[in-house]
Structures are given as C-alpha cells and as structure tokens.
C-alpha cells in the first residue's frame, strides 16, 4: 500500500472519529507515526484532505455500482443490482453521514459539489441500465434523461 492510501485511510478513520472541525493533520499523521509535514507533501492543507477523501470514498461506490451492475445478465437484472448495491452503498455510509452533520461551514460547499459529482455518475449507469432495456425490449422506451433527473 503507497503512503498516499495510508494516509487517506488513517483519514477516513480520523474524521469519522473526530468531524471536521476537530480534526487536524497533526492528529492524521500522528496516527501514522508522521509528522504533519509529510502529509503536505500530498494535500495542502485539511480542506484537501477531506476532499480526497470524499472523492475517493465516491470512486469507490461507483466502481461497487459498475460492478454489481456488469456482473447481471440482463438489464432487469441490471437494475436490481444497482438498487441493492446503493442501498447497501447507504447504509455503510452512515458514520460519513455522521461527520458531515458536523462539518465546517467552508467544506459543505465542496462536499455538495462532490454529491452532485457523483449523482452525476450515478445517473450515467442508470441511463446506460435503461437504454440497454429499451434495446433489448425489457423495458418500455423513456426519455432517460427525464427518467434520471440530476
């Protein structure tokens, strides 16, 4: 595991544990047996760190919603993997949920924007999902971008 992965699990853990305001790169790298120095080698401040982990938090999700999804044989298939794959996507997401309702007021910006980021890409593998159906019969034809909204 590269020192950037180290650093962004002891993160997740450490926000998670103690929210955003309180959290601070000394108490990461600390957890490492860093110092604070070595963590700006890779993120310039906290704000940069919270945000790479939120991006690859969603990163993650995606490539669980793609898999799930091309492991189904059929676009019926498809769709029902996708639904249970984000509910249980949701449900491990509570302890981030949880440090969200604590966050600054400067990182709900970016942390909203990161949402929509990843709605975004939500959105595409339903549209792929319906668009498939269609083709294939299964599903009557829609306009996806109605039946996606972001």
Do not use: W
């Not at 940069?48 to 669980?64: M, N, P, T, Y």
């Not at 996708?82 to 302890?95: A, E, G, N, P, S």
């Amino acid at each position: 595991m590269d020192q950037r992965t180290r650093i962004l699990d002891a993160a997740v853990k450490h926000f998670a544990t103690h929210g955003y305001r309180r959290s601070t790169l000394e108490g990461v790298a600390a957890e490492l047996g860093l110092g604070k120095t070595a963590l700006y080698y890779y993120f310039k401040n906290k704000r940069d760190l919270f945000k790479a982990v939120a991006e690859r938090e969603g990163d993650i999700d995606i490539a669980r919603l793609k898999e799930a999804v091309r492991a189904a044989r059929d676009p019926r298939a498809q769709m029902r993997a996708f639904c249970r794959t984000r509910i249980l996507i949701t449900m491990d997401k509570v302890r981030v949920h949880q440090v969200t309702e604590r966050v600054h007021k400067e990182v709900l910006e970016m942390f909203h924007r990161l949402e929509v980021s990843f709605f975004a890409r939500e959105a595409e593998i339903l549209a792929g999902i319906l668009g498939d159906g269609v083709r294939a019969k299964v599903f009557r034809k829609v306009d996806t971008a109605l039946a996606v909204p972001l």
